[in-house]
């Protein structure tokens, strides 16, 4: 199956990119933590076993599983020129900026992974000046370096593929991210977006270059002509505007409103789809803790590149109505109780992944969610998460769907 094809976020789901957490995790430090966007250390044997369980819950549903690992060690696999390309880009955005250190990285690469899927897995886990073997005289920033300093961070996140890229429509957008350490991810986006056989081509709506950050987690495909998009800590109304601008007016894309959810910055809110997702035609699941401040907007063209945005005074049911074009159910996390909402939501429990309409891979661990959402007549598919949960995120999050059925 080529190209992209995401026009809902509950129309079966045909193919999806995950990532097998790797290698990165183990350059997790407590001093790291804050930095990299984590809140623990996962157990990365664990953390692989609940992945493999994930995965293999979505092959059971007839999910085609493909891993940004092994698009990337294509990619770079095909080419040497595009490979070399990629380990320069890759060692300018780790902060590498002297000549020697350049040199020094490019050589330790191709002299110690000629398999490209270990060089991808390689610049994913990161390097510690103690692997390159320098002579530390060299330079006075090594001689007063700890030998296990990182000279490479890890990307720890990466099990995350839903926030640096989003399938929207046939086309995507390669975002530009909020932090530092996820700015890196969207390169292997970038290069898989432009020259995998699979994706060439793909129409793009926004890119990694732009001044403003938007992240695939807040980015909800509610129907062709619809998304949902979250003004979070992690997006800016102002990519927002920068994307309408674009999408509105492509001849590939078919989305003629933009619905902008003004939800609390916060680290446990950090995107709309930590808080909210679509589980049925009729149905979502929502975190009653954004109910009370919620603020909607709509934006739509105008005509000549222009767009008009304006709040939508409405309940956040009345407004769902009306764009998915029936009466629609919010069902909260933690089935109204303050505390098992507030905790269930921390380790996702409103972060569902569809796979058909009615049908969701959920986190085992929130019972009380799930409970509710078995009552509702939801088939909930549950997958282990004492490890992956650390990283704060659930289902939706650690999936990017490439192709829904229509
Ligand atoms: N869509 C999502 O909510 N993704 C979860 C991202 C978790 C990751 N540790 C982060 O802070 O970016």
């Not at 040199?103 to 899927?117: G, Q, S, T, V």
């Not at 919010?330 to 089935?335: A, D, H």
């Amino acid at each position: 199956m080529k190209g992209i094809n995401v026009k809902s976020e509950i129309a079966p789901l045909k193919k999806v990119i995950l990532h097998r957490p790797g290698r990165e995790l183990l350059n997790l430090t407590p001093a790291k933590l804050e930095e990299l966007l984590f809140d623990d250390i996962p157990f990365l044997k664990v953390a692989q076993q609940e992945h493999d369980a994930f995965a293999a819950a979505l092959r059971g549903e007839g999910v085609e599983v493909v891993y940004l690992e092994d698009l990337m060690a294509d990619v770079i696999g095909a080419d040497e020129a595009v490979r070399d390309q990629f380990i320069a880009q890759w060692t300018r955005e780790a902060n590498i900026h002297t000549e020697m250190y350049t040199n020094i990285l490019r050589d330790y690469l191709l002299e110690n992974y000629a398999d490209p899927k270990a060089m991808v897995e390689k610049t994913m886990e990161g390097v510690t000046l103690n692997e390159l073997n320098v002579d530390r005289s060299n330079a006075l920033v090594d001689l007063v370096s700890s030998a296990t300093e990182m000279v490479v961070n890890p990307m720890p996140n990466l099990y995350f593929t839903r926030d640096p890229f989003a399938n929207v429509g046939n086309g995507v957008m390669i975002n530009r991210m909020y932090s530092v350490t996820r700015n890196r991810e969207t390169i292997y986006g970038e290069y898989i977006y432009k020259y995998h056989p699979d994706f060439v081509g793909t129409p793009q709506y926004y890119s990694r270059y732009n001044a403003f950050h938007i992240e695939g987690g807040d980015v909800l495909n509610i129907n062709e002509h619809t998304l949902a998009i979250g003004i979070s800590q992690r997006t800016e109304p102002d990519a927002i505007d920068e994307l309408a601008k674009v999408i509105f007016y492509d001849e590939t894309s078919s989305i003629d409103t933009i619905l902008a959810f003004d939800i609390p910055n916060s680290r446990a809110f950090m995107h709309l789809d930590t808080v909210f997702t679509q589980i049925d035609y009729d149905k979502f699941t929502i975190h009653p803790g954004i109910m009370g401040p919620l603020t909607v907007f709509e934006i739509t063209p105008t005509g000549n590149g222009k767009i008009h945005a304006t709040e939508i005074h409405d309940t956040l049911e009345n407004i769902l109505t009306k764009y998915v074009g029936q009466p629609v159910e919010l069902i909260p996390c933690g089935g109204g109780d303050r505390i098992a909402a507030e905790r269930e939501q921390w380790n996702d429990g409103s972060n569902t992944l569809c796979v058909r309409p009615g049908t969701v891979v959920v986190y085992e661990r929130n019972d009380v969610t799930n409970a509710v959402l078995t009552d509702k007549g939801i088939r909930i598919i549950q997958i282990p998460s004492a490890e992956l949960s650390r990283g704060r995120g659930g289902p939706r999050c650690m999936s990017m769907p490439a192709w829904r059925e229509f």
